[in-house]
């Protein structure tokens, strides 16, 4: 993450709280997660706004994208400011940021599920719910595929890795049988 995408992510979430609380953060969050997947999607976007030959005609493409995607008034501000102070290399860290600021706002933990396959929406509910008894506090999870994995989640939130893969178990089976071989 870097510096800049901190300050322009802060300073986003904060005018979202002046103006309406944690509800505008919470729409802000979401508004900048549909641009990025926008941006990520169109190589003609990051075309234009990474071109320096028509930062002149940036400000009305983005006006017009943003008002498809019913961006609210800290949306435009934030991702006008990016394009303008040519930032938009620093999106994906604003918007980590961002989601990072509005759990906070909300007293919400963001965690990471991996596991070999995907899961089901009844089990990322599940697994939501057990995070939740024991981490004490609402948690919003975020879902990757490891096959590397074998079976079994490996789940991130913050500092704390719960590890119950079955690739973790045979590297523990592993250690044993080493040291109890030596």
Not at 80 to 108: I, P, S, T, W, Y
Not at 168 to 182: I, P, S
């Amino acid at each position: 993450m870097s510096a800049a995408g901190k300050r322009y992510a802060r300073a986003a979430v904060e005018a979202a709280q002046e103006r309406a609380g944690v509800a505008a953060v919470e729409e802000l969050s979401k508004e900048v997660v549909l641009f990025q997947l926008a941006y990520n999607e169109s190589a003609e976007l990051q075309e234009i706004l990474e071109n320096p030959s028509i930062k002149q005609e940036r400000e009305a493409i983005l006006i017009a994208l943003l008002d498809k995607l019913g961006a609210g008034h800290e949306t435009k501000n934030l991702v006008l400011l990016l394009a303008k102070n040519d930032r938009m290399a620093h999106l994906a860290d604003v918007v980590q940021d961002l989601l990072a600021f509005a759990d906070e706002k909300a007293g919400r933990l963001r965690a990471l599920v991996k596991s070999a396959i995907a899961l089901t929406p009844e089990q990322e509910k599940r697994i939501a719910g057990a995070l939740e008894k024991r981490l004490g506090k609402p948690v919003s999870i975020e879902t990757a595929i490891d096959p590397s994995l074998l079976g079994g989640l490996v789940c991130q939130v913050g500092d704390l890795t719960l590890d119950n893969s079955v690739k973790r178990q045979l590297e523990l089976v592993r250690d044993r049988l080493q040291t109890g071989a030596a």
